[in-house]
């Protein structure tokens, strides 16, 4: 017993939430009083949250896994024998034979959980910087036709087709030019963007050096938001250990091309994830959302222009341009090409991170990977897609997760947030809450989303209330069509998706 | 969370060490807040100099931000999840007894200046509600009791 162990214990917020650093000091003290020599990796989450801390042991056959572990459990666990490996009631065999993970088709998140997020050489192990070294070689023509035939769409919500957008950018005659990474990620029950950035965030960095060979950008911006502390410390080490190893600054590995990458911090305004919102802010001013057009393609940032994208488009890039087109297109479902990392959230008993290809039902994403309710009780309602997403029934759980079928259904994808409430749950406070929030939140600069969500939430306070509830329904009806027709953009056009859909899937609760 | 006391000197320091970023003003205020814990009333004129903008602009993107206070926070800040996720998981009656125990409001901070209260619209970790930020601290699977230990 000389050579060191490895163990993997994640440094994901997710996991820190529940006591990781803990458990991680647990097993260095342990493993010392034994005299055991183990070698501690701090890794990316696997996304099986409900099981964090998940700590995994290397063998010869693969990494097993215990989970959730805490403080206390880690002398038992040692006792156990779980440094060999050995059976243990918070064991669950080999990781990558899960379930939840095994069927699972991981072309984003292929590398987190598996590898340190700061390691350049573990990323290149992996396959990481393959889709820039090929993206090198090619025009920047090139780069925009691979991604362009891959089908891939913007993630953020909208799923307007990347390709495109990156045409457009290419196309525009400008002594300057931005890629603006979106990493805003504020609706409720995600947590993709935060995840790849903690536990892959040289991913992010390629795909947007990769995006800015494409469009002749040489400098980028990473908005996030600032309640991801661990994130933004996470990727600002990660630009460090970038620039230091030459996969950014001035002339990349001596290919002429230069990239810099800065990350700039939100302050907690939920609008600002709105492109036109992001740019105002990334410029230094009140985030108030932009007329359109000009689009940001042809005037974004600081008026030049720019590539706006996801989180999770810009780090679906790496594998276009090193697997190739035809390869990721083959996923998905009708027009919705690829995979989408679909976050379980809310009152479900195994919450977590799963991608897969469009196209799989909402149902099988709730019952057979998140297991129901955590709670035990009958599921009601699921809200896909943030604050700004339709709540779905129990009954149309059936529904196929891709843009096109969900947009039939009077619902969204939105950034793949799936927020599961059990049958406790009220829909006319619900509906309340989507109002609120888009008062809350509202930048201020169109009338039907300022003064329409407030008026929302006083007439739902009545609803709520019981008073007058006939004459206030049809008078909430009229407010959310004015808002859906006259908002300048989604925070206000989308409130009343919510509403609306709680109204008429649950009207017992609004009679 | 100890924070500097307000000193236009510093100020200007931490302004000045900003001034070649493009779009600055962002950034500055961050800076101002992690040192000061605030941004001082003081800091708006001291801001508008520096970028060639009116008090008015400064002035109206502090107060558009959420996360930018205009007075000092308590040693203590608690933000509390109140999104729809942490909402299924049973927010409500967290965020009951974290009033109860401070004895203050959501926004509010205790005379004592121990605790500041406030809700915050998702932290990201969305499927271990329900989840508070205290001070730096992301905690998840919030129950009365884990959280009281915390703030002991």
């Known amino acids: 017993m000389s050579a060191a162990i490895t163990l993997y214990v994640p440094r994901d917020a997710a996991a820190l939430s529940v006591g990781a650093d803990q458990v991680a000091a647990a097993i260095v003290a342990e493993a010392e009083a034994r005299k055991l020599p183990v070698h501690i990796v701090r890794n990316g989450s696997r996304g099986m949250l409900w099981l964090e801390p998940l700590v995994e042991v290397a063998t010869p056959a693969g990494r097993v896994a215990y989970g959730p572990v805490t403080p206390e459990n880690v002398a038992e666990l040692f006792d156990a024998g779980f440094l060999e490996a050995k059976p243990h009631p918070l064991g669950h065999g080999l990781t990558e034979e899960i379930f939840y993970f095994k069927h699972q088709q991981r072309l984003t998140f292929a590398r987190c959980g598996v590898t340190d997020p700061l390691s350049v050489a573990d990323y290149q192990a992996h396959g990481g910087f393959a889709g820039l070294e090929k993206a090198l070689k090619m025009t920047p023509a090139e780069i925009v036709k691979e991604v362009t035939d891959s089908g891939l769409r913007g993630r953020g919500g909208a799923g307007f087709p990347t390709g495109i957008k990156w045409n457009t950018v290419l196309n525009a005659p400008s002594d300057e030019k931005f890629v603006c990474c979106n990493a805003d990620e504020g609706d409720s029950g995600t947590f993709a963007d935060r995840m790849i950035i903690e536990g892959d965030p040289f991913l992010l960095i390629e795909g947007m050096t990769i995006t800015a060979l494409a469009v002749g950008a040489r400098q980028g911006y990473v908005y996030l938001r600032s309640e991801y502390p661990h994130a933004v410390e996470t990727l600002r080490e990660a630009i460090r250990i970038a620039y230091e190893q030459d996969w950014l600054g001035s002339n990349i590995h001596g290919s002429g091309h230069d990239f810099h990458l800065e990350v700039r911090v939100g302050a907690g305004s939920y609008v600002c994830g709105e492109e036109t919102a992001m740019l105002e802010s990334l410029e230094g001013k009140r985030g108030v959302v932009r007329a359109k057009p000009p689009i940001p393609a042809l005037e974004g940032l600081f008026g030049k222009p720019t590539v706006v994208n996801n989180v999770l488009t810009l780090t679906s890039v790496p594998v276009v341009l090193a697997q190739g087109a035809a390869f990721y297109r083959d996923f998905g479902a009708g027009r919705s090409h690829g995979t989408q990392p679909f976050q379980l959230a809310g009152n479900i008993a195994r919450g977590g991170l799963v991608e897969l290809a469009f196209g799989v039902s909402l149902h099988d994403l709730v019952y057979r990977y998140g297991g129901g309710t955590a709670t035990g009780r009958p599921l009601r309602a699921v809200q896909v897609g943030g604050p700004l997403g339709a709540y779905v029934p129990e009954s149309q759980l059936s529904l196929s997760a891709d843009y096109e079928s969900m947009a039939e259904a009077g619902a969204m994808l939105g950034h793949g947030g799936l927020v599961v409430f059990d049958d406790s749950v009220r829909m006319d406070h619900m509906a309340r809450f989507a109002m609120e929030f888009c008062a809350e939140e509202s930048c201020g600069k169109c009338t039907p989303c300022r003064i329409g969500s407030t008026r929302g939430r006083e007439v739902l306070d009545k609803i709520v209330a019981g008073i007058d509830r006939a004459a206030n329904m049809i008078l909430l009806e009229d407010l959310c069509t004015v808002m859906t027709d006259g908002s300048l953009c989604a925070m206000g056009g989308l409130t009343p998706l919510p509403v609306k859909s709680a109204i008429r899937h649950f009207p017992e609760d609004f009679a | ?152």
């Open chain 2, 1 to 152: 969370m100890t924070a500097a006391a307000w000193n236009a000197e510093r100020a200007r320091a931490i302004i000045d060490s900003h001034r070649s970023l493009r779009g600055a003003l962002l950034p500055m205020l961050h800076a101002l807040q992690e040192e000061f814990g605030y941004v001082d009333a003081d800091a708006a004129p001291l801001l508008a100099d520096s970028l060639n903008l009116s008090k008015a602009e400064v002035h109206g993107v502090i107060t558009f931000y959420h996360e930018f206070r205009q007075s000092h926070p308590g040693r203590h800040v608690v933000r509390v999840c109140v999104a729809e996720a942490c909402q299924a998981r049973g927010s409500d009656k967290l965020v009951d007894h974290l009033k109860s125990k401070l004895g203050i409001d959501l926004g509010e901070t205790r005379a004592d200046g121990e605790f500041t209260l406030e809700a915050v619209y998702c932290l990201g970790n969305c499927a271990l509600g329900p989840s508070a930020l205290v001070d730096d601290q992301l905690m998840g699977r919030l129950t009365p009791a884990r959280i009281d230990g915390a703030l002991a």
